[in-house]
């Protein structure tokens, strides 16, 4: 049974910066892009950020590049996203995801076929 889980999410003051993770389990997602959405109270969900299978290419949403971070690690079967000088909107429930074509790159939510329960992120003023 395909399984993911995320973990890092906790308050935090604006300014302030966390450390997301997600382990998978049940299936290696080595060939398959990676990424991370979230949804905020009463919004739609939406892109974050996402990285393909080599870690190579990297996408962010304009909302939060150069502040958030994506990384993965093949080897273990994870990936990380660093969220940096943190703002209140960044406020939300936190995805991770694997992509459901091996070697394509998306950011979009339907080009992900396995998802987490997701970690809440709430950010302080």
């Known amino acids: 049974q395909v399984q993911l889980v995320e973990s890092g999410g906790r308050l935090v003051q604006a300014g302030g910066s966390l450390r997301l993770s997600c382990a998978a389990s049940g299936r290696t997602f080595n060939n398959y892009a990676r990424g991370w959405f979230r949804q905020a109270p009463g919004k739609e969900r939406e892109f974050v950020a996402a990285?393909?299978?080599?870690?190579?290419?990297?996408l962010y949403a304009d909302s939060v590049k150069g502040r958030f971070t994506i990384s993965r690690d093949n080897a273990k079967n994870t990936v990380d996203l660093q969220l940096n000088s943190l703002k209140p909107e960044d406020t939300g429930v936190y995805y991770c995801?694997?992509?459901?074509?091996?070697?394509?790159?998306?950011?979009?939510?339907?080009?992900?076929?396995?998802w987490g329960q997701g970690t809440q992120v709430t950010v302080s003023s």
């Open positions: 990285i393909s299978s080599s870690g190579s290419s990297i």
């Open positions: 995801a694997a992509g459901r074509t091996p070697w394509r790159l998306s950011t979009t939510g339907p080009d992900f076929d396995a």
